[in-house]
């Protein structure tokens, strides 16, 4: 029974082929230019496009589960090729942003529904994955200053945000795509905890063993910082979410263990996981 894995190189998506792989599934690494990738030697790699249809039949021949991720413009090509090729059930990672209200009038919202409602009127079965904000976003957030000034600049140091371990997500989907019981289940995915990210910043300085400094920002200044290192869509998004911390506890979640029997894990440990990334 043979697993692909779209996105085999992205930070959710290598955990995933590489958890598959680890537990003697058969396991297919996509990625639109594998030769550029590190997929292990010797593993069944193939080069394919979400948004290109004639290069899926190639990457779906003989499976009958996939990890995806969201790529809208490509998604009736994928259901017509995954349907021909026999897949029978397709774990993606969403996000938590398509149950905000007016879901099609935000941009992020909008781009995950439109994948989601494809793949529920298909043929397949389907698990989604919607994640809050990972922990990863850390690095387009932080990595330069930390790397280059020692500092970080924050605009709500006392925000409190919830971020998702990566591993978590892919634990998440290995066992929605090798366990029963989870078709037709969306999951929303929050961290176990909520530091805030005055909280966060410490975490890293300690998984580094020094002290980063904290300057507070007006938002206009994050906004510019920001706009250095993340996409211009999510920039906005990011903030909003960070002014949406400040106000009471933030909410968190337990389904990482509900679903995989093991605690999710916290920001400190993805920071000690990735000190190398902001030496
Ligand atoms: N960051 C957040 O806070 C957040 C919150 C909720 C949901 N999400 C979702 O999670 C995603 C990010 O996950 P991540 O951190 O694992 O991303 P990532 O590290 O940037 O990896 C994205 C993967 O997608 C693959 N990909 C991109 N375009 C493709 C295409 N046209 N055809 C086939 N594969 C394609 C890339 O593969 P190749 O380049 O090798 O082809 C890459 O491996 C977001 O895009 C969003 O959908 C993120």
Same mark, same amino acid.
């Given at each position: 029974?043979?697993?692909?894995?779209?996105?085999?190189?992205?930070?959710?998506?290598?955990?995933?082929?590489?958890?598959?792989?680890?537990?003697?599934? %058969?396991?297919?690494?996509?990625?639109?230019?594998?030769?550029?990738?590190?997929?292990?030697?010797?593993?069944? *790699?193939?080069?394919?496009?979400?948004?290109?249809?004639?290069?899926?039949?190639?990457?779906?021949?003989?499976?009958?589960?996939?990890?995806?991720?969201?790529?809208?413009?490509?998604?009736?090509?994928?259901?017509?090729?995954?349907?021909?090729? +026999?897949?029978?059930?397709?774990?993606?990672?969403?996000?938590?942003?398509?149950?905000?209200?007016?879901?099609?009038?935000?941009?992020?919202?909008?781009?995950?529904?439109?994948?989601?409602?494809?793949?529920?009127?298909?043929?397949? !079965?389907?698990?989604?994955?919607?994640?809050?904000?990972?922990?990863?976003?850390?690095?387009?957030?932080? %990595?330069?200053?930390?790397?280059?000034?020692?500092?970080?600049?924050?605009?709500?140091?006392?925000?409190?945000?919830?971020?998702?371990?990566?591993?978590?997500?892919?634990?998440?989907?290995?066992?929605?795509?090798?366990?029963?019981?989870?078709?037709? %289940?969306?999951?929303?995915?929050?961290?176990? !905890?909520?530091?805030?990210?005055?909280?966060?910043?410490?975490?890293? +300085?300690?998984?580094?063993?020094?002290?980063?400094? *904290? !300057?507070?920002?007006?938002?206009?200044?994050?906004?510019?910082?920001?706009?250095?290192?993340?996409?211009?869509?999510?920039?906005?998004?990011?903030?909003?979410?960070? %002014?949406?911390?400040?106000?009471?506890?933030?909410?968190?979640?337990?389904?990482?263990?509900?679903?995989?029997?093991?605690?999710?894990?916290?920001?400190? !440990?993805?920071?000690?996981?990735?000190?190398?990334?902001?030496?």
């Amino acid at each position: 029974m043979t697993s692909v894995v779209f996105g085999a190189s992205g930070n959710v998506g290598r955990h995933v082929a590489e958890g598959l792989n680890s537990v003697g599934a %058969q396991v297919r690494w996509v990625g639109r230019d594998p030769n550029s990738a590190r997929f292990p030697a010797g593993a069944d *790699i193939v080069a394919a496009d979400l948004e290109c249809p004639e290069t899926l039949p190639a990457a779906l021949d003989g499976a009958e589960r996939v990890f995806l991720y969201a790529k809208p413009e490509g998604i009736d090509g994928f259901v017509a090729a995954a349907e021909a090729a +026999g897949v029978r059930h397709v774990v993606l990672l969403s996000s938590g942003a398509v149950t905000l209200p007016d879901p099609m009038d935000n941009p992020v919202a909008r781009m995950h529904l439109l994948v989601e409602n494809a793949l529920a009127s298909s043929r397949m !079965e389907w698990t989604f994955l919607r994640p809050g904000m990972f922990a990863s976003n850390a690095l387009w957030w932080w %990595q330069r200053s930390i790397r280059e000034e020692g500092a970080v600049r924050l605009p709500y140091p006392e925000a409190r945000t919830a971020p998702v371990h990566e591993r978590d997500l892919a634990a998440l989907a290995i066992t929605a795509l090798t366990e029963p019981g989870h078709h037709g %289940q969306a999951y929303e995915v929050l961290g176990p !905890e909520s530091p805030t990210l005055r909280e966060q910043v410490q975490h890293i +300085g300690s998984a580094l063993d020094r002290e980063i400094a *904290i !300057e507070v920002v007006s938002v206009d200044e994050a906004r510019a910082d920001l706009r250095k290192t993340v996409p211009p869509f999510a920039v906005e998004a990011i903030l909003a979410g960070w %002014q949406a911390g400040l106000t009471g506890p933030h909410e968190v979640s337990t389904i990482v263990e509900e679903v995989t029997g093991r605690p999710g894990r916290t920001f400190a !440990e993805w920071a000690r996981d990735h000190a190398s990334d902001f030496r």
